[in-house]
């Protein structure tokens, strides 16, 4: 059985289950009703949007194109992450993208060549949507991360100076930062994945089998999608704090202002 087709006009009626959240996000007074409007209607646009940008990329399918591609999702995901954890541009603007450029392009290019085994890993097919997962999550993860290392570390200045005053060099007076933001951002993800199968069936698999493929098929690709997305969001993580600390301290390792405001 093929993939059945959802008409713009089932894909209205479909939209109207979004009153359900609408009617109670305005009858608590939450303050959320603009957000989640606003928000339904940029992902619908958007969505439609990639649609037919997708065709294209698909038809012309050349490698150049598609590399400037996920640069510009790169650099829209960096953008996005310092607008959420409020950290000056300057001291994290460069981190992310390096981060986010060396682990999709590791992590990426070893699952499309490796795991694949795919002649062309720049394939449009492939390449454009895998880089859009492992960034879409990698985006998530340091947005939860680096927000809670910059604010906790500013907050608890005291504990760092305290360990740098009793010996630790400035990566072990930082380790307990890290170890906070690295639980925080991962710790539902791990619970997720503890449970994929028995409480949960992920979207991707799911979209998998409604696109025809078998279970086996889709349920093979689901555990690749968990771990290649959880590597590549650690590495890029790591990278971006290592890179970004040595922007926010001094050369005597007093932390500069790094929240903006």
Partial sequence: MGTIDISYLSLGVGLL????????????????????????VRMVVQMLFIGVYLRYLFEWDNPVINCLWVLVMVYIAAE??????????????????????????LIGLYFLGVVLQLNNVFN??????????????????????????????QREQNLYYYLLGNGASRSEALQ???????????SP????MAVMGLVSLPGTMIGQILGGSSPNVAIKYQIMIVVVTMSAS????????????KQAFDGYGRMKQVMKG
């Fill in 17 to 40: 289950l979004l009153l359900i959240p609408i009617y109670y996000v305005w009858r608590y007074e939450t303050k959320l009703l603009k957000s989640i409007c606003v928000g339904a």
């Fill in 80 to 105: 996005t992450a310092i607008t959420r954890t409020k950290v000056r541009r300057d001291i994290l603007m460069m981190p992310l993208i390096v981060g986010f450029v060396v682990a999709s392009v």
């Fill in 124 to 153: 449009a097919q492939y390449f454009i949507p895998i880089m859009g997962i492992l960034l879409g999550n990698m985006l998530s993860v340091n947005v939860i991360a680096v927000g809670t290392f910059y604010s906790t570390l």
């Fill in 176 to 186: 307990p930062f890290v170890r906070q933001a690295i639980v925080k951002a991962f």
């Fill in 189 to 192: 993800a791990i619970a997720n």
């Fill in 234 to 245: 650690m590495l890029s993580l790591i990278i971006a704090i290592n890179l970004s600390t």
